[in-house]
T-cell receptor, first 119, second 110 residues
Framework: GAVVSQHPSRVICKSGTSVKIECRSLDFQATTMFWYRQFPKQSLMLMATSNEGSKATYEQGVEKDKFLINHASLTLSTLTVTSAHPEDSSFYIC???????????????FGSGTRLTVV | EDQVTQSPEALRLQEGESSSLNCSYTVSGLRGLFWYRQDPGKGPEFLFTLYSAGEEKEKERLKATLTKKESFLHITAPKPEDSATYLCAVGSGNTGKLIFGQGTTLQVKP
C-alpha cells in the first residue's frame, strides 16, 4: 500500500520551454505532497509543500513563479518548471503523506523521481 | 536550526564486513527519525522509522538505533546488493517536513 507514481521518469527539453511533472498517490488520498530537488551526489532539498485545494508553501530561495505547483485533488499534484534553463536540470522527487500521524508509521512514500535535462 | 549530518560520506566494505553508519541530528520537536535507501536514479525507499531514544528496529541485515542526538544504521555481514546510498531524515515540529542528511554511499565488494 501507499504507492506514489511519478511521471515522466526522464524528460529532455529545450531552454525556454515548460515541463510538467505529475505525482499521483495510487491507493490512498494524499492531503499533503512534498516536492524535492536532488543534485548529483547530494541529498534531497525540499522545494515546496502542497496541500490539496490550497496554495503551495515554498521554501526559502525557491522561485514560486518558476516552479508552479498545483494540488487540485487528493491524488494528484503537479510541478511545472516554467521557462526552463540548463541550471534547472536536476532530479525532482515527490513525496506524499496522509495525516502525519498515520503515515509516519510507514514513513513518507516517495515517487521514483524525474530526471530533467534542459538543453 | 534543524540539521542532520551523516557520516561517513562514503563507505567501502568487503562482503561480510559489518559496519555502522551514523546520523547526528538537532531538531526542535522530533517527529520521527527515518532511514531510507536510495539506488541511483530512483526515489528513496523506506527502511525504518524511530520515534524515541532507545528504540531499535531490524530488517534483514539492517538494524537502526536511536539516541537523543544520533542514530546508527548497523549493517551486519553485508552483501553486494546492499550497495546504495542510505539517507537519514528527521521529521520536524508540526509541519510534517522531512530534513535530510547528505547520505552515506555504501559500496559492498564481493
Amino acid at each position: 500500500g501507499a504507492v506514489v507514481s511519478q511521471h515522466p521518469s526522464r524528460v529532455i527539453c529545450k531552454s525556454g520551454t515548460s515541463v510538467k511533472i505529475e505525482c499521483r498517490s495510487l491507493d490512498f488520498q494524499a492531503t499533503t505532497m512534498f516536492w524535492y530537488r536532488q543534485f548529483p551526489k547530494q541529498s534531497l532539498m525540499l522545494m515546496a509543500t502542497s496541500n490539496e485545494g490550497s496554495k503551495a508553501t515554498y521554501e526559502q530561495g525557491v522561485e514560486k513563479d518558476k516552479f508552479l505547483i498545483n494540488h487540485a485533488s487528493l491524488t494528484l499534484s503537479t510541478l511545472t518548471v516554467t521557462s526552463a534553463h540548463p541550471e534547472d536540470s536536476s532530479f525532482y522527487i515527490c513525496s506524499a503523506s496522509l495525516i502525519f500521524v498515520q503515515i509516519e508509521r510507514d514513513g513518507y512514500t516517495f515517487g521514483s523521481g524525474t530526471r530533467l535535462t534542459v538543453v | 536550526e534543524d540539521q542532520v549530518t551523516q557520516s561517513p560520506e562514503a563507505l567501502r566494505l568487503q562482503e561480510g564486513e559489518s559496519s555502522s553508519l551514523n546520523c547526528s541530528y538537532t531538531v526542535s520537536g522530533l517527529r520521527g527519525l527515518f532511514w531510507y535507501r536510495q539506488d541511483p536514479g530512483k526515489g528513496p525507499e523506506f527502511l525504518f522509522t524511530l520515534y524515541s531514544a532507545g528504540e531499535e528496529k531490524e530488517k534483514e541485515r539492517l538494524k537502526a538505533t536511536l539516541t537523543k542526538k544520533e542514530s546508527f544504521l548497523h549493517i551486519t555481514a553485508p552483501k553486494p546488493e546492499d550497495s546504495a546510498t542510505y539517507l537519514c531524515a528527521v521529521g520536524s515540529g508540526n509541519t510534517g517536513k522531512l530534513i535530510f542528511g547528505q547520505g552515506t554511499t555504501l559500496q559492498v565488494k564481493p
